[in-house]
């Protein structure tokens, strides 16, 4: 790192602190209409620090619903232009009584895991003490005279409750938001001494289905053995969408994944796991899952289906003998690159409708998707960032699929036409979305120091 950077961030690191205290504070909760107030007053905090940070151009930009902040700076319009992407908003802070302190009162406090302490509020790390981590990276390149390329800021506060309208300002902006690259820290890496990258995110294709029999419950007693029973139907066709190797078994559900090749699954292998401690944390006998994949592939670079809920006829206190006119489920598919939403969810409709006896009639009802996510590990961006990682955690970071999905990311691509990276710094155990959420000041500050070394490993690899 250079020497007036590490300077510039030991000098004001009491600052840097003090000022994501005081987002913190601000309960920019997104989903509860109570809180549109301090939502609007977070995303006028981060148009200040971006201001104060020497960021040009800062604008609280109106949306159909939350602003997006923008800012930039454009320091030769011929270099490269890294785009920042995070949000300020942040998850409903319930169940309160389950936090040792207020989620709106940070406070630091020394854990096993973090014993140089840690900051507990809601949004410490998702995603306020992360996307405050590249406005102080930036300051810091900013007023040491150290930026190498152009960068621009995009913040939302909608992304809790799913970037409703982050593709409407995309579209809406194109030309503004031109860049080469999206580096976003909404991630985590394995542990502290083992730093990751989350290289590709799973795709969703998530559809409600409904089994109809006779038109009005029916007293299983006078008419059982001689009419049809949706539950028992709904169990039988959801029973066989996988067959005796928990493969899918959907006609054209495979078609057009993407095998990993022998030297990515060993560069995964690399991350360490342990499957009886993975058995031990959810409280499981044994694994399950696809045959021939490990439990870190099954749950990242692998397709799944999975029925999310299900539902009919009487359940009550008590017994009713019916046979139930309706049966519900709710089922949800994760895919993988090249997999389309749109094409899963044409196939599992056709291929569910022709499983039904034709005794009853079925009905599939899309509801929302998403489409799979890779960066490819040759990229110049995962390169600056393995770079830049190495030199501050001491050793190269494992390259990790993740195997949620963040729609976004696939949005700016299509939209954008570039890749992101995604180099968050957070831990899995750092309780996000939950009870005293926290994140490690080793963290916070180990991604200010990290970022600048991403800076200039990517410029270097783009221009040479």
């Known amino acids: 790192m250079h020497a007036d950077i590490k300077k510039y961030i030991d000098t004001h690191r009491e600052r840097f602190l003090n000022e994501l205290m005081e987002l913190l504070r601000v309960p920019s909760v997104s989903a509860d209409p109570k809180y549109k107030e301090e939502v609007i007053k977070a995303a006028q905090l981060t148009a200040h620090y971006l201001e104060k940070a020497g960021i040009k151009n800062v604008e609280v930009c109106e949306t159909p619903g939350y602003p997006v902040v923008y800012g930039e700076y454009i320091k030769d319009p011929s270099l490269p232009t890294v785009l920042v992407y995070g949000h300020y908003d942040v998850q409903p802070p319930d169940p309160l009584d389950l936090w040792e302190s207020g989620p709106f009162d940070p406070v630091i406090k020394k854990t096993e895991i973090h014993p140089q302490g840690a900051i507990f509020a809601r949004g410490a790390c998702d995603d306020k003490g992360q996307f405050f981590m590249h406005i102080k990276a930036v300051e810091a390149m900013i007023a040491t005279g150290t930026l190498p390329c152009n960068v621009k800021f995009m913040i939302e506060g909608e992304e809790e409750v799913g970037s409703a309208n982050l593709g409407w300002f995309v579209v809406h902006n194109r030309e503004r938001l031109k860049c080469n690259t999206i580096l976003i820290s909404d991630t985590g890496i394995l542990a502290n001494d083992i730093p990751s990258i989350c290289t590709g995110l ?87 899952g696809e045959k021939g994949y490990t439990t870190p592939e099954r749950t990242s670079i692998r397709p ?134 926290h994140y490690g000041l080793f963290n916070y500050f180990i991604g200010i120091e990290t970022i600048p070394l991403f800076f200039d490993h990517y410029v270097r690899l783009v221009e040479r």
């Open 202 to 288: 799973r795709g969703l294709s998530y559809v409600e289905v409904e089994v109809t029999g006779p038109n009005r419950d029916l007293h299983s007693g006078l008419y059982g053995g001689a009419v049809p029973n949706p539950i028992n139907i709904l169990a039988k066709m959801i029973a066989s969408l996988h067959d005796e190797n928990n493969h899918i078994t959907i006609p054209g559900f495979y078609d057009d994944v993407v095998e990993l090749s022998a030297e990515e699954r060993a560069l995964m292998a690399q991350a360490p796991h342990s499957d009886e401690a993975f058995k031990k944390s959810i409280g499981l006998k044994n694994i399950w």
């Open 304 to 437: 799944t289906l999975d029925v999310n809920g299900i539902w009919g006829g009487y359940t009550g206190e008590g017994a009713k003998t019916v046979i139930p006119s309706k049966a519900y489920a709710k089922i949800s598919m994760r895919l993988v690159p090249n997999q389309n939403p749109d094409k899963i969810t044409e196939l599992f409709k056709k291929h569910f409708e022709s499983i039904a006896p034709d005794c009853v009639s079925v009905v599939v009802k899309p509801h929302h998707g998403g489409d799979p996510y890779v960066s490819p590990l040759d990229s110049p961006e995962y390169q600056a960032a393995s770079e830049a990682m190495e030199a501050t955690f001491g050793k190269k970071p494992v390259p990790v699929r993740s195997g949620g999905s963040i729609p976004i990311v696939a949005l700016f691509e299509r939209e954008l036409g570039v890749k992101s990276i995604l180099m968050g710094f957070g831990l899995d155990s750092d309780a996000i979305h939950s009870p005293n959420e």
